[in-house]
């Protein structure tokens, strides 16, 4: 039978549980979300006709803080893939020592296929399904793979009919909401925050570096220009419907541009189109998976050729590529660290919105590159200190700190 991505993350945790020789209870209770609900959500399409949606919202652990995670809306999302994501919140939030925990919402639906409309009825009443588990002390909702700022405002409004106006229920909403500048482009900022500095560990010229980016969205698209800002030549991107490729550097504000006039990438001038997979294998120093999860498996792993790559997806590599590329010499720095700036800009969102005060952007773009890249030393020097990878650094920090917290509070 084919591993459930759920399974796949637990076996990320095991090798950094086996290290850290965690007692069989603790590693059982720290394993399991706390909470788990599965919602079905009817909606009058446009058409009249009524369709019902499968939902879910998984409260993975919350010792550190409120649960803490986005909503996608995907086909794909199903329970298995929402606890995988709910767990690695849980460790991502530790190790960036945020006081949170992790959670996750997602609902299987192509949102593509929704009008405006359809969406806005779909979210509110997704909301109304979950009301009873989140508020701004006790979980938390943000966007996330085929959910954006608008869906939170939706979230935000369904929300605060029922408690009185309340910005703090969800993080990543309109600015003009309440909001805080900066948050739409901190995931891919703190990517490119760690790249700057990871380049001096690895050698690698940030001003030559060729990129390669699948997933042309919020965060996939923010990283490829603010890497650009920094030098780099970004020589590939794609989205859903495949890339477009140019090995002399593609014009990413353009390419972002023509996105939004055309509705995707394909077509842009000055490019090759290329497949998804074949991007991936595509020769570059640095690969940044942005899209979905399981894109690099066993049948794939061993055509990459890029030596560094940076999860900024959420759970792209599965255990087997993980084997196969770290006994290739890649370094793989993973999604709990990489993808870390949107967690925690929300959480400045979240501290902003108790607070009533708004931050300027220069401030929150300060704080998040201060905290993403104590994360980052900690992560690299772990790895070089014990011999072990990035992904393993990056467990061992997150399950040491939510381990000591659940102890503390008599857990166990
Ligand atoms: P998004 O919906 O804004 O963009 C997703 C992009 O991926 C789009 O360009 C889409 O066309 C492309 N895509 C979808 N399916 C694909 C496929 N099968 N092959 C190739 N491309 C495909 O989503 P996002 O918010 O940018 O999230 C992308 C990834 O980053 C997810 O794994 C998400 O969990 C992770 N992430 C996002 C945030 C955030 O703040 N938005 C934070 C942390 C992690």
Not at 27 to 49: A, F, K, S, T, Y
Not at 386 to 410: D, K, Y
Request: aromatic share 8%; net charge negative; with cysteine.
């Amino acid at each position: 039978m084919e591993q459930s991505t759920f399974d796949a993350v637990n076996q990320f945790f095991d090798s950094a549980a086996d290290r850290l020789k965690l007692a069989d209870s603790l590693r059982e209770m720290l394993r399991r979300p706390w909470r788990e609900l599965q919602v079905h959500i009817p909606i009058r399409m446009d058409d009249g006709q009524i369709h019902v949606f499968t939902g879910y919202r998984v409260q993975h652990n919350a010792a550190r803080g409120p649960y803490k995670g986005g909503v996608r809306y995907h086909p794909d999302a199903d329970i298995e893939e929402v606890r995988a994501l709910a767990s690695l919140m849980t460790w991502k939030t530790a190790l960036v020592d945020l006081p949170f925990g992790g959670a996750k919402g997602g609902v299987q639906v192509d949102p593509r296929q929704l009008s405006n409309n359809e969406l806005n009825r779909l979210t509110r009443r997704y909301t109304q399904s979950i009301d009873h588990l989140i508020a701004p002390n006790r979980d938390i909702p943000a966007p996330d793979l085929g959910t954006n700022a608008q869906t939170m405002a939706w979230i935000m409004d369904a929300y605060g009919q029922l408690h009185g106006h309340s910005p703090a229920i969800v993080t990543g909403k309109p600015v003009e909401m309440g909001g805080s500048l900066g948050r739409e482009a901190a995931t891919g900022r703190g990517a490119a925050y760690i790249l700057q500095e990871a380049s001096r560990d690895f050698r690698l010229d940030i001003q030559e570096a060729r990129i390669v980016v699948q997933g042309f969205g919020n965060a996939g698209s923010w990283a490829a220009r603010l890497m650009r800002d920094m030098g780099c030549k970004i020589i590939g991107v794609s989205d859903v419907d495949g890339g477009v490729y140019n090995p002399g550097g593609l014009d990413v504000d353009r390419l972002f541009d023509y996105q939004i006039e055309s509705g995707g990438i394909a077509g842009f001038s000055g490019s090759e189109e290329i497949s998804n997979d074949d991007l991936l294998e595509l020769d570059c120093d640095v690969l940044v998976p942005a899209a979905i999860d399981n894109v690099i498996t066993e049948n794939n792993a061993g055509n990459i050729k890029a030596k560094l790559i940076f999860e900024v997806a959420n759970h792209p590599i599965t255990p087997g590529a993980d084997r196969i590329l770290n006994e290739a010499g890649v370094t793989i720095l993973p999604d709990i660290l990489v993808n870390a700036g949107g967690v925690i800009v929300s959480y400045f969102e979240w501290t902003q919105n108790i607070q009533e005060f708004h931050w300027e952007e220069e401030r929150v773009n300060q704080e998040l590159k201060k905290k993403i890249l104590v994360a980052y030393h900690a992560v690299q020097s772990r790895a070089v200190k014990e011999g072990i990878t990035h992904r393993q650094a990056s467990f061992e920090i997150g399950i040491q700190r939510v381990a000591r917290v659940v102890e503390l509070r008599g857990f166990v």
